[in-house]
């Protein structure tokens, strides 16, 4: 049960974080390069690992 709390805590956090990319780039590609996008975009990538991982642990 803890660990659904916390892979759904972590799927909101993604959201949220998703949201805030697509704000800053805002369908514009070369707003990819922007500083503030890079950071959001590890840090998502990261949230997505952490995600990944935690399912498995659940599955087994």
């Given at each position: 049960?803890v660990?659904m709390l916390?892979?759904?805590?972590l799927?909101?956090?993604?959201?949220?974080?998703?949201?805030?990319?697509?704000?800053?780039v805002?369908g514009?590609?070369s707003?990819?390069a922007?500083?503030?996008v890079l950071p959001?975009?590890?840090r998502?990538?990261?949230?997505i690992?952490?995600?990944?991982?935690e399912k498995?642990?659940?599955?087994?």
């Amino acid at each position: 049960m803890v660990e659904m709390l916390r892979i759904r805590r972590l799927e909101e956090e993604l959201e949220r974080l998703r949201t805030k990319l697509y704000q800053s780039v805002d369908g514009e590609p070369s707003r990819l390069a922007d500083s503030r996008v890079l950071p959001l975009s590890r840090r998502l990538d990261a949230l997505i690992l952490e995600i990944q991982k935690e399912k498995e642990k659940f599955r087994q």
